[in-house]
């Protein structure tokens, strides 16, 4: 079982759906991060989380350490958020991250 | 303040020959952290180095891989005799020192293709 696991795997949504991705781990963090991949390209840091909510434009994510789960909420879903999104922790003992496989998600208009 | 750079972005190698690929972390930061991406398959750590020191090289493969971090110059993720699986995205992130929650700062990757 991996560490960080990550639901959906895929995601098509309409313009204007709001969109969740779920993020469940396993072990001890010092930190959850959200990040964006778009195709070919870089991984953005969106949010980093160790406790509560942030929220960032039309992005929102939520944490609660003692289910060990995060979610990534995307509010009037536009084609542009198409890409993928990662969940990473940073393990209470060491400052590498562990990554969840990540959500394909598709944004039609 | 230039984010981190990665050089080559994209990278074409001959199976056998050597892969060198080139991390200049951001600015103050002395961290820097190596991972990989296969294709259709999530993000893996490699290696977290900081100036001249090795702290955690734990998912680098045992052979041909190696990695440094210079006092001067950027960190260098060296592949030696290149093999078609070492075909994947290579991903540099670095943080300041003495942090330990701190953004994850990437770079834009270098696309390694073995052919």
């Known amino acids: 079982k991996n560490e960080v696991e990550q639901s959906p795997q895929n995601l098509t949504a309409q313009e204007g759906e709001f969109i969740t991705i779920n993020c469940s781990y396993s072990?001890?963090?010092?930190?959850l991060h959200w990040l964006q991949q778009h195709p070919g390209g870089g991984i953005v840091s969106l949010f980093m989380l160790s406790s509560g909510k942030k929220k960032h434009g039309r992005l929102i994510a939520t944490i609660n350490i003692q289910e060990k789960h995060s979610s990534l909420h995307i509010t009037a879903s536009h084609p542009r958020d198409s890409a993928v999104y990662i969940c990473a922790v940073r393990t209470e003992y060491g400052n590498k991250l562990v990554f969840g496989a990540g959500t394909i998600l598709r944004v039609k208009s | 303040n230039a984010g981190v750079m990665q050089n080559p972005r994209h990278l074409v190698r001959r199976r056998g020959q050597e892969a060198r690929l080139r991390c200049s972390p951001m600015?103050?930061?002395?961290?820097v952290y190596w991972y990989r991406q296969l294709p259709e398959e999530g993000l893996k750590f490699m290696v977290y180095l900081q100036k001249e020191n090795i702290i955690d090289e734990s998912g680098m493969p045992k052979e041909r891989f190696s990695a440094e971090f210079p006092k001067e110059g950027p960190s260098i993720l060296r592949i030696q005799q290149v093999v078609r699986g070492d075909s994947a995205a290579y991903f540099c992130?670095?943080?300041?020192?003495?942090?330990?929650?701190?953004?994850?700062?990437f770079g834009q990757g270098t696309r390694l293709t073995v052919v």
């Open positions: 600015k103050g930061h002395s961290h």
């Open positions: 072990v001890g963090i010092s930190a």
């Open positions: 992130a670095s943080s300041p020192p003495l942090a330990v929650n701190t953004e994850a700062f």
